[in-house]
């Protein structure tokens, strides 16, 4: 099945002469990473060096070569951010989740990852987690939205 998506996106790109990057956002955008074995398959199907892909994939930040945990969090550390408090609140999460950010938690649970500036400086420190957005995060608060969302499906 995964294949497939694989071999119809690759077909896709070699059709319509689209950009290797591109290509690699649809299969990501399809499977939510890049696993090793689709990044061989495009390899040998349109003749590039899995070294090049791999190079691709790690240069730019938005690829994932690991699956994404159940939730995602995502924490600011943009400057307004960072201002007000954002450092507390990535010590807090990671400790509570017992992984640095950029990782997963080893039940597949979470994912953490930090980003440079969401737009919503007003709103510093800021946390999204599954899409949602959290202003004025502090310490206190963001415990309770970690544990109200390890709760969902
Ligand atoms: S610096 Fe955090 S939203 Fe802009």
Do not use: W
């Amino acid at each position: 099945m995964e294949n497939d998506r694989v071999a119809d996106l690759v077909e896709t790109y070699q059709n319509e002469e689209g950009t290797v990057i591109g290509l690699l956002q649809d299969i990501q955008e399809e499977l939510g990473y890049l696993p090793a074995d689709a990044l061989g398959r495009v390899s040998k199907e349109i003749g590039i060096p899995l070294s090049t892909l791999f190079g691709l994939a790690t240069f730019y930040s938005t690829f994932r070569l690991e699956p994404v945990g159940k939730h995602h969090i995502c924490s600011c550390v943009g400057t307004a951010c960072h201002v007000k408090g954002a450092p507390f609140v990535v010590d807090t999460i990671e400790r509570t989740l017992g992984i640095n950010a950029g990782e997963t938690t080893k039940d597949g649970e979470f994912t953490f990852d930090t980003v440079s500036c969401l737009g919503a400086c007003a709103l510093a420190p800021l946390v999204v987690v599954d899409d949602e957005y959290y202003g004025k995060m502090d310490q206190k608060k963001v415990t309770k939205i970690i544990k109200s969302h390890a709760r969902r499906e």
